[in-house]
């Protein structure tokens, strides 16, 4: 997998997931919006942890800097 994310992407989508998990643990979102909100929070993590996210590719965007 060629990455397709860039460092501020990164950090805006492991911010967003991360208030998502807080605001899930403390009660503040529940019941099934509170579960899809947590899977997209999870699937934000992962492809900012991976630098890669699929539907970039689809789209055919990249936020990493060119060389």
């Known amino acids: 997998m060629k990455k397709n994310m860039g460092d501020i992407d ?4 492991l911010s967003l997931a991360l208030v998502v998990a807080v605001l ?5 979102v529940t019941g099934l919006i509170g579960i ?3 899977a997209i929070a ?9 630098s890669f996210c699929p539907l970039y590719t689809l789209l ?4 990493c800097k060119t060389k």
């Open 10 to 13: 990164r950090i805006i989508r």
């Open 24 to 28: 899930y643990l403390t009660g503040k």
């Open 42 to 50: 999870l699937i934000f993590a992962v492809t900012s942890f991976i």
């Open 36 to 38: 899809i909100l947590m």
């Open 60 to 63: 055919k965007i990249s936020t």
